[in-house]
């Protein structure tokens, strides 16, 4: 496997209470901070309802990200297709593929809400099958073939073709997985990559193990290839410079956002509400890496083992939250950058052994020293301004006398 990739991905999940307009420029504002720090990725949603996701549009979100960003690659996280006619969703990805400099990733998904769904009078039950219909099309329109026609229960193409193609020649297409296989059969049969939001969860973690091989069946079957480095993992963070600081500082906007969004809003199957805030940053911080809260070091641990537990993954992609306040949310992502994205690929090492080198081979250095030393020895007016020095030295008091040995071994 090449380095790993790190990202972003907004939701967003925003608590009630909050001004809506400025919280979308906060969450532009995050897409810049990310872009500086030299993050790979950064990802946003698709939802109508519940009151903490405010995102409506991904893709306009994403335009007005690229206008603020130079390097970060821009993922839909994700198009609900089955809400979409997928002409008209082809060509805003099209347009936006071209308005950030050919920087879109295209992530699909059938629609996380079932409150979304029941809104546009859509049956659950065909939802995946619609997203699978449209990632087909979509392939189609995108990559500029003849026209064509396609009659569909819920949409129709007469003599389709864009105008105007991708900037990219091979867009980047990734497909959601929670816990079922069907994200990752999906993937297979269309030859994506995958985005695995279902690793956030105890439920989740568990079918980590299994769940890329349901790609790879899925893939032989349809004649594809998938590759790992294009398998994105979602993970949950607050990184601070100690355990108790980041504990401090996340737990009570984590203990509402779990009891006040996940049970009493989605009342997601299984979750428990939190007994305190306190318990929330205890239990919240499942065995494998569900949540981690504490120190550069944690994080690094936990990314290491979800590698191991995964058999690998190209990029790994922060979940982002409200639950520590602005400043210090902004901190934990800088930390990230700065301590854990160079550990987690080795970037250091050079360093190290550099470091380590020098400590160990000290004689090589000394003969340097003594090299210089020689030649002062060669020249009597550098002798006798040698002399004056040690002369001068041995009136001062200890501690301010400078050392001449060490100036001669350092080729001063």
Not at 79 to 88: D, E
Not at 126 to 137: L, M, S
Not at 191 to 213: C, D, E, H, K, Y
Not at 233 to 239: A, G, K, L, Q, R
Request: aromatic share 8%; hydrophobic share 40%.
């Amino acid at each position: 496997m090449s380095r790993v990739k790190f990202g972003g991905f907004v939701a967003p999940h925003h608590p009630i209470g909050e001004n809506p307009t400025l919280q979308l420029q906060r969450d532009l504002e995050l897409a810049a901070h990310l872009d500086r720090l030299g993050f790979d990725e950064f990802w946003c949603g698709e939802h109508h309802s519940t009151g903490w996701e405010v995102i409506a549009s991904p893709e306009l979100f994403l335009a007005a990200a690229a206008e603020r960003t130079h390097t970060i690659k821009l993922g839909t996280g994700v198009v609900s297709l089955p809400y979409h006619h997928p002409f008209n969703v082809a060509q805003r990805l099209v347009q936006l593929d071209h308005q950030s400099r050919g920087r879109l990733i295209f992530g699909s998904g059938p629609g996380a809400l079932p409150s979304d769904a029941y809104t546009l009078g859509i049956d659950p039950m065909v939802q995946r099958d619609r997203q699978d219909e449209a990632i087909g099309v979509i392939r189609r329109l995108l990559r500029g073939e003849d026209r064509f026609s396609h009659d569909s229960e819920w949409f129709q193409l007469k003599d389709a073709r864009l105008q105007l193609l991708p900037l990219q020649e091979d867009m980047p297409f990734a497909v959601a997985s929670m816990v079922s296989p069907s994200g990752m059969t999906l993937a297979g049969k269309h030859g994506t990559g995958v985005l695995s939001i279902g690793s956030m969860s105890s439920a989740g973690l568990q079918a980590l193990p299994t769940q890329w091989s349901f790609a790879e069946e899925s893939a032989q079957k349809h004649g594809n290839v998938v590759n790992r480095s294009d398998w994105r993992v979602v993970m949950s963070w607050h990184i601070a410079e100690t355990r108790e600081q980041a504990k401090a500082e996340a737990k009570h906007g984590l203990y509402r956002w779990h009891n006040e969004y996940t049970v009493g809003t989605l009342m997601r199957p299984g979750a428990e509400p939190y007994a305190s805030p306190d318990a929330a940053v205890d239990e919240a911080q499942l065995e494998g890496g569900g949540a981690i809260i504490g120190t550069p070091d944690d994080l690094i641990e936990a990314i290491r083992g979800m590698l191991s537990l995964t058999g690998g993954f190209g990029t790994v992609i922060g979940f982002a939250h409200d639950w520590a306040n602005r400043e210090a949310t902004l901190r934990s992502w800088d930390m990230v950058a700065r301590y854990v994205i160079p550990e987690v690929n080795n970037m250091l090492q050079g360093y190290r052994e550099s470091q380590r080198y020098v400590i160990e081979n000290r004689e090589v250095f000394e003969r340097a020293g003594e090299a210089v030393m020689a030649k002062i020895r060669e020249n009597k007016r550098a002798v006798a301004a040698m002399a004056e020095a040690a002369d001068a030295a041995s009136a001062m008091p200890a501690h301010h006398a400078p050392d001449l040995d060490e100036q001669a071994q350092s080729g001063g």
